[in-house]
């Protein structure tokens, strides 16, 4: 079966970094897309950028450039989502899913509850 | 930047059938996909290149798409299927959702 693990939930401090990881497995991992989503408490979807893992292509919304860094580690299946220095803005729940050959996103991962308070 | 744009809420009556819209420019030219976010849970996709279904998905579950805007549509919608549900699209290399509409079956 196909499945995305994403690790556990964070609390970090102002100014901290932060990486935060989703494992694929039950599929070929580098040759699917991996897209990393944001939802802000009681806020709707945001899409933050995009990696091929197979060559480590990355495409970034606009809104997302240079705020964070999207990578991907292919020998152990394993996208990352990070941060160098967080703000309380970024408090949110952060999606990995899994880009279909027909352009859906259909596999998604728990998610990810960043939480960053002083 | 490109924008989908979505009613805020919808209602229904458990039975009748709920239409929410997509609206954006050219929005005919890409690929429009829906998903339903239930509280707590990560989005499922419910409908992808405008019309097909995940396997999976109640036949329930249609989509349409007219020049500028594409439309999910609940047929015989049931208390289970209220919920959050978002469009998404392609705009040249990234993706874009539009804001969400809310789902309430009355």
């Known amino acids: 079966d196909v499945q995305l693990v994403q690790s556990g939930a964070e609390v970090k401090k102002p100014g901290e970094s932060l990486k935060i990881s989703c494992k694929g497995s039950?599929?070929?991992?580098?040759?699917?897309?991996i897209v990393w989503v944001r939802q802000m408490p009681g806020k709707g979807l945001e899409w933050m950028g995009i990696?091929?893992?197979?060559?480590?292509?990355?495409r970034y919304s606009p809104s997302f450039q240079g705020q964070v860094t999207i990578s991907a580690d292919k020998s152990i299946s394993t996208a990352y989502l990070q941060w160098s220095s967080l703000k309380a803005s970024d408090t949110a729940i952060y999606y990995c899913?899994?880009?279909?050959?027909?352009?859906?996103?259909?596999?998604w991962g728990q998610g990810t509850l960043v939480t960053v308070s002083s | 930047s490109y924008e989908l744009t979505q009613p805020p809420s919808v209602s229904v009556s458990p039975g009748q059938t709920a239409s929410i819209t997509c609206s954006g420019d050219?929005?005919?030219?890409?690929?429009a996909c829906w998903y339903q976010q239930k509280p707590g849970q990560s989005p499922v996709l419910v409908i992808y290149?405008?019309?097909k279904r995940p396997s999976g998905i109640p036949e329930r579950f249609s989509g349409s798409n007219s020049g500028n805007t594409a439309t999910l549509s609940i047929s015989g919608t049931q208390p289970m299927d209220e919920a959050d549900y978002y469009c998404?699209?392609?705009?040249?290399?990234?993706?874009?959702f539009g804001g969400g509409t809310k789902l309430t079956v009355l």
């Open positions: 990696i091929y893992p197979g060559d480590s292509e990355t």
């Open positions: 998404q699209a392609w705009d040249s290399s990234t993706g874009v």
């Open positions: 039950g599929y070929s991992f580098t040759t699917y897309w």
């Open positions: 050219k929005l005919g030219d890409m690929y």
């Open positions: 899913a899994r880009r279909s050959h027909s352009s859906g996103a259909d596999y």
């Open positions: 290149q405008y019309n």
